[in-house]
Nanobody, 122 residues
């Protein structure tokens, strides 16, 4: 069973930046798609970004495209989400996830981290 541990969340002013990190256990990290989802209070979980195993394919939600960048380091079993030009609508708990196929549906991903909170003040 893979373990995913997120870090890097915090409080930031609108227009600011944060970089989230997710550390994954196991020896087969590069075989899997890695993704980020987020969930704000009272709202459904929302796809943010995903990256294929070799980092050849990256997909983003329309709400973060051009502001967020997903990347990975297969040698370190790490996936990152660089977030720039943050706005209060980005406030949410952000979750790292692992799957076998890249996509925007949370049902395609089988393992989830515990989440890290991002709060953007106006």
């Amino acid at each position: 069973q893979v373990q995913l541990v997120e870090s890097g969340g915090g409080l930031v002013q609108a227009g600011g930046s944060l970089r989230l990190a997710c550390a994954a256990s196991g020896r087969t990290f590069s075989r899997y798609v890695m993704g980020w989802f987020r969930q704000a209070p009272g709202k459904e979980r929302e796809f943010v970004a995903a990256i294929s195993g070799a980092a050849l394919t990256k997909i983003y939600s329309d709400s973060v495209k051009g502001r967020f960048t997903i990347s990975r380091d297969n040698g370190e079993n790490m996936v990152y989400l660089q977030m720039s030009n943050l706005n209060p609508e980005d406030t949410a708990a952000y979750y790292c996830t692992r799957g076998s196929r890249i996509g925007t549906n949370g049902g395609m991903y089988g393992s989830w981290g515990q989440g890290t909170q991002v709060t953007v003040s106006s």
